[in-house]
């Protein structure tokens, strides 16, 4: 065991991780990065096929992106929000705006997916209460959902990965089946047009529910849900954080399943994978039951300290220019292909693999359940120079979006090598 594992055990909690085998567990101590690869405290370099668990999008240490952050720090690196405006948060929310497929869209800051979550969640609920409403005060959301670890955000996700303990904290809310099930959107759809005066929003995963293992539905499943939310009123939020910002083939998810959510939460890619920022997007008929006498009880009444972060903002903005300037998303659709068919000649063969799941480039390799395997097969790709973090059985594959054929080659490679290993 190198010294950084042992300072680092001693000291940091980290997140999703048994710290009493933690260090037992091979983790890589990061020291610095270079395009695709993170470099270790020894100088073992690794392929980040995870973007650093799904945040970035066009590579490390990205020469624009970097001076985007420096040139921003010569100017202000953060001021609040709160009741006060910043120019470059300006500037990011105006370039976003032809952007997101919201209708006159209005962008609250914070810095995290499950804030995004949180804050829309409230805005859904206020603004019911708003109007005098205050019968509609439920969510229906999906079984395998994922929407972040607050409490709120942790309520309408559907549960497991060991959060367990917290059932008792999480409020009840209306539960769809997971998108595996064929009639899911049509029993979602039946649950809001029977019970639309109880439901204040529905909570959605657009295309592909990620920490659910990759698990995918066709996109003209969910025209149906867009259709009863219309009709009945019920706000639809569309949970972005994970699918936002190129990583399936489009800009947003919510464009290929022709969705125009009310709401949504948009994070992990947004800032390039750079610095912690999130937005809850409002459209402008939402955020119009808002308005009212100054100081009154229609105003939002949340907040967070590093709401609209100016470093951040500055990198969001230089990153959405960068995404179109560079064809990014025709990257996306044309490795996507590849990959496709790498894994469908090279892993789906294996014995091991039970099923293949890919939207752009977020895909889900699903082992048949055994001992760890999903674990095992990670550490063995580490000495394959890769670096991948399993969803139980499910091997992730979330490459940035930058990424050549070379990496896919190198990816699916270790990946073939390391599941014949663990599983010959
Ligand atoms: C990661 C994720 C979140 C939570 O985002 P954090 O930044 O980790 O809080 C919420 N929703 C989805 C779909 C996610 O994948």
Known sequence: MNDWIARDEARVWHGFTQMASYATNRPVIV???????????EGNRYLDAISSLWVTTLGH?????????VDQLGKVAHS????????????LAEALTPLVPVDDPRFLFASDGAAAVEQALKIAFQYWTNQGISTRTSYLAFGGAYHGDTIGSLSVGSGGFGTDVFDPLRFPVMRAPRFDDPEAFVVAA????DRAD????????PLVQGAAGIVTAPAEEFAVLGEACADTGVLLICDEVATGFGRTGTLFASEQCGLQPDLMAIGKGI???YL???????SGDVAARFLGDDLSATTLYHGHSYQGNALAAAVALKHLELIAEWDVLVNVRARSEELRSMLAERIEPLSAVKEIRLQGLMCGVELHPGDKRGRKVCAAALDCGVLLRPLGDVVVLMPHLTVGTEHLEIIVDALETSILEVAP
């Open 190 to 193: 039946k649950l809001i047009r």
């Open 271 to 273: 800032s390039g994978g």
């Open 31 to 41: 020291e610095r990065a270079e395009g695709h690869y993170l470099i270790d405290v």
């Open 80 to 91: 609040t929000l709160l009741g006060n405006g910043n120019r470059v948060v300006i500037e």
């Open 276 to 282: 912690p920022l999130s937005a809850t997007v409002a």
């Open 198 to 205: 109880e439901l204040a929003a529905v909570v959605v995963e």
């Open 61 to 69: 240490r990205v020469t624009e992106l970097d001076a985007a952050v």
